[in-house]
């Protein structure tokens, strides 16, 4: 009996040295791999030459297209005035929303067939280039100045509607604060800050002002050519670069930075976009 042992494991080493029997893996060097393996898959799916391509494309169209917007405007004259954490949290929001909706219509339509999309793209691409080299040049030195006025006349129009609303509500139901009830709490805080106002204005501004814009029909078609998710992450983080800019020194920004030369910057790029498209083919 201890020979026939001796055997056996005699054979078992062998077979291990030989490569033909593999000792079972603690469940802790299972787990260990499994986590590795996932690692190494979305390294994999994130370095690929799509996601970036689709990435650094989308973060270019956003950063010349809403230098100078009207989103650009709305959350840097609204942060002169309110906390600025709380407009960039307003308009953040209401961009990335729009940045993602945007991404899933465009990848909805690659059901269609992709040499359709892709004359579609290249058409669009050429448009908005030429459009905006078209309104580039004829465009004056202070148009910056006038699209920031307009901006200011509107937020103002909203801020005396909402100074109506809330002295109509008081008169109406008799609010007064007691000091029991004035001490606020970290719940409570965040919550006003959300449910605020101040935040909705901005929100709401935002998202319409975003919708339809050369920026979202541009994002729609890239996320039908490109990577989803460079595309989508992209955006996220070129509207993140505008919108924090606005924020913190967006009238500095305005006044230092011409938005006709970025406007013809933008013509150029989206030009530039179209001759890869038709470089790059359906394919």
């Given at each position: 009996?201890?020979?026939?042992?001796?055997?056996?494991?005699?054979?078992?080493?062998?077979?291990?040295?030989?490569?033909?029997?593999?000792?079972?893996?603690?469940?802790?060097?299972?787990?260990?791999?499994?986590?590795?393996?996932?690692?190494?898959?979305?390294?994999?799916?994130?370095?690929?030459?799509?996601?970036?391509?689709?990435f650094f494309v989308s973060?270019?169209?956003?950063?010349?297209?809403?230098?100078?917007?009207?989103?650009?405007?709305?959350?840097?004259?609204?942060?002169?005035?309110?906390?600025?954490?709380?407009?960039?949290?307003?308009?953040?929001?209401?961009?990335?929303?729009?940045?993602?909706?945007?991404?899933?219509?465009?990848?909805?339509?690659?059901?269609?067939?992709?040499?359709?999309?892709?004359?579609?793209?290249?058409?669009?691409?050429?448009?908005?280039?030429?459009?905006?080299?078209?309104?580039?040049?004829?465009?004056?030195?202070?148009?910056?100045?006038?699209?920031?006025?307009?901006?200011?006349?509107?937020?103002?129009?909203?801020?005396?509607?909402?100074?109506?609303?809330?002295?109509?509500?008081?008169?109406?139901?008799?609010?007064?604060?007691?000091?029991?009830?004035?001490?606020?709490?970290?719940?409570?805080?965040?919550?006003?800050?959300?449910?605020?106002?101040?935040?909705?204005?901005?929100?709401?501004?935002?998202?319409?002002?975003?919708?339809?814009?050369?920026?979202?029909?541009?994002?729609?078609?890239?996320?039908?050519?490109?990577?989803p998710w460079g595309v989508?992450?992209?955006?996220?983080?070129?509207?993140?670069?505008?919108?924090?800019?606005?924020?913190?020194?967006?009238?500095?920004?305005?006044?230092?930075?011409?938005?006709?030369?970025?406007?013809?910057?933008?013509?150029?790029?989206?030009?530039?976009?179209?001759?890869?498209?038709?470089?790059?083919?359906?394919?």
């Open positions: 009996m201890e020979m026939k042992a001796q055997l056996v494991l005699i054979w078992f080493l062998v077979g291990m040295a030989l490569g033909n029997i593999e000792p079972e893996k603690p469940i802790g060097a299972t787990a260990a791999s499994d986590l590795n393996s996932f690692y190494n898959s979305m390294l994999d799916k994130y370095m690929q030459p799509g996601f970036w391509h689709g973060l270019a169209v956003i950063i010349v297209s809403e230098i100078g917007d009207k989103t650009f405007f709305i959350a840097a004259i609204m942060a002169m005035k309110h906390p600025r954490m709380l407009i960039f949290s307003a308009a953040i929001g209401a961009l990335i929303v729009m940045t993602i909706l945007s991404v899933v219509l465009g990848f909805l339509t690659t059901v269609i067939p992709q040499i359709y999309t892709f004359y579609a793209a290249t058409f669009l691409f050429v448009l908005f280039g030429l459009r905006m080299l078209y309104e580039g040049y004829y465009m004056s030195d202070d148009e910056g100045q006038e699209e920031l006025e307009e901006v200011q006349m509107e937020l103002k129009k909203k801020e005396e509607e909402i100074d109506n609303h809330k002295t109509v509500s008081d008169l109406e139901t008799g609010h007064s604060e007691s000091p029991a009830s004035s001490k606020p709490t970290i719940v409570n805080s965040i919550l006003k800050s959300i449910f605020s106002p101040i935040f909705v204005t901005a929100f709401t501004m935002t998202f319409l002002a975003e919708w339809g814009d050369r920026s979202q029909i541009t994002t729609i078609i890239l996320s039908s050519r490109e990577d989508c992450i992209g955006g996220c983080f070129g509207h993140s670069l505008c919108t924090a800019g606005a924020v913190i020194g967006g009238r500095m920004i305005a006044q230092r930075i011409s938005v006709r030369t970025v406007t013809l910057i933008g013509g150029v790029v989206f030009l530039m976009f179209a001759v890869s498209s038709l470089y790059r083919g359906p394919g």
